[in-house]
């Protein structure tokens, strides 16, 4: 989620359809840059005991 003062946005999701397997994912948040942006990356509370989740090579750049 991208957030944007008291507001938040989901960016994107990732279902049980996506188990098992690398899932590449890129996507633009300028339109939610400001000076205060905050990324979380969070997982839901329907995950079993056994799940879990990796990211790896996260990456965020700023500029023109």
């Known amino acids: ?16 359809d996506n188990d098992n397997s690398y899932q590449p994912y890129s ?7 400001t000076q205060n942006t905050r990324i979380r990356l969070i997982t839901s509370p329907d995950m079993g005991g056994k799940d879990a989740v990796y990211f790896d090579d996260v990456e965020v750049t700023c500029g023109p």
């Open 1 to 16: 989620r991208a957030c944007c003062g008291d507001r938040s946005s989901s960016i994107g999701r990732f279902g049980p």
């Open 27 to 33: 996507t633009d948040i300028s339109a939610f840059a």
